[in-house]
């Protein structure tokens, strides 16, 4: 719910995709910092070798969707990280060990079939298609699916406000370079005002929650769960763009967003009646 409407507050945000990735991690990163030490914890160099590659998976993700949301429209770049779900699929067997069945798939094609009739819909009259925008949906794709798998390995070693608090340090080192060097942070679209702030905390405190949530998650859940539930997002944003950027839904619309949550709540319905039949058949005595 909060990345979906998040993605509204980006596109709407008046500064450019690489100063708001750049401003939202340091502030994101004070802010946790100044949680865990005040909880009486510290950071040791033992929690940023377990964390780190979240980091730089976090910060190649958020520069690029910020920089695409920027570039090309709202609907064209969620529909391409839409595809997540399904590199996910490829890995959660292997590396997880998890069970991805019948169900799992074909859920997440009939999402992506709805989240293609919700998303074109939006797309009308909601800005311009780029090329290098395409091309950052492209490469953000890539950065969300590494930061799911490393998130959900790091999980294994951290506890959630460690591990966030890595991921912003690491995130913000690694973008405030880049942000410098192609000279993103100044301008009329990249120096921070009070304004700017605003948005930056809205970023940091809205979309910035759902990050608090799904790592939480991560050790109660399933990667292949989590990653379905993502293909809510297009569907909230294109309902947060009618709310609030004034983009209508129609009928056809309105349909595709019936049948993501369908497929969702069937798959979620489904992983939940499995894991009570496998908990009541440990729990059977022997014999």
């Known amino acids: 719910m909060v990345w979906g409407l998040?993605?509204?507050?980006?596109?709407?945000?008046?500064?450019?995709?690489?100063?708001?990735?750049a401003y939202r991690l340091w502030l994101g990163a004070a802010l946790y910092l100044v949680i865990l030490y005040g909880s009486g914890r510290r950071l040791k160099l033992s929690t940023f070798h377990y964390g780190w590659l979240g980091g730089v998976a976090f910060a190649a993700d958020i520069c690029s969707f910020f920089l695409a949301v920027k570039h090309t429209t709202l609907a064209d770049a969620t529909t391409i990280?839409?595809?997540?779900?399904?590199?996910?699929?490829?890995?959660?067997?292997?590396?997880?060990?998890?069970?991805?069945?019948?169900?799992?798939?074909?859920?997440?094609?009939?999402?992506?079939?709805?989240?293609?009739?919700?998303?074109?819909?939006?797309?009308?009259?909601?800005?311009?298609?780029?090329?290098?925008?395409?091309?950052?949906?492209?490469v953000s794709l890539f950065g969300w699916v590494g930061y799911f798998i490393a998130s959900k390995q790091a999980r294994r070693h951290l506890d959630t406000l460690e591990y966030m608090t890595v991921i912003m340090i690491t995130g913000a080192v690694v973008v405030t370079p880049l942000a410098v060097f192609t000279s993103q942070l100044s301008g009329h679209t990249g120096h921070l005002t009070w304004v700017g702030f605003g948005w930056i905390a809205l970023v940091v405190t809205l979309p910035g929650s759902g990050h608090v949530l799904v790592n939480w998650a991560?050790?109660?859940?399933?990667i292949t769960t989590t990653s379905l539930l993502t293909l809510l997002m297009p569907v909230i944003s294109a309902a947060a763009g009618a709310w609030w950027l004034h983009q209508r839904i129609d009928s056809l619309q309105a349909l595709g967003i019936a049948i993501v949550l369908a497929a969702l709540v069937f798959v979620i319905l489904g992983d939940t009646r499995a894991a009570m039949i496998e908990r009541e058949s440990l729990e059977q005595p022997l014999g």
């Open 6 to 21: 998040g993605n509204a507050i980006i596109a709407r945000a008046p500064l450019n995709g690489m100063a708001i990735a």
């Open 81 to 138: 990280g839409a595809l997540q779900p399904l590199l996910i699929l490829f890995v959660a067997g292997s590396m997880f060990g998890e069970k991805v069945n019948r169900r799992h798939i074909i859920c997440t094609v009939i999402a992506l079939a709805g989240i293609v009739v919700v998303v074109e819909g939006s797309a009308t009259g909601s800005g311009h298609v780029t090329f290098f925008g395409e091309a950052m949906a492209v």
């Open 218 to 222: 991560h050790n109660h859940t399933t």
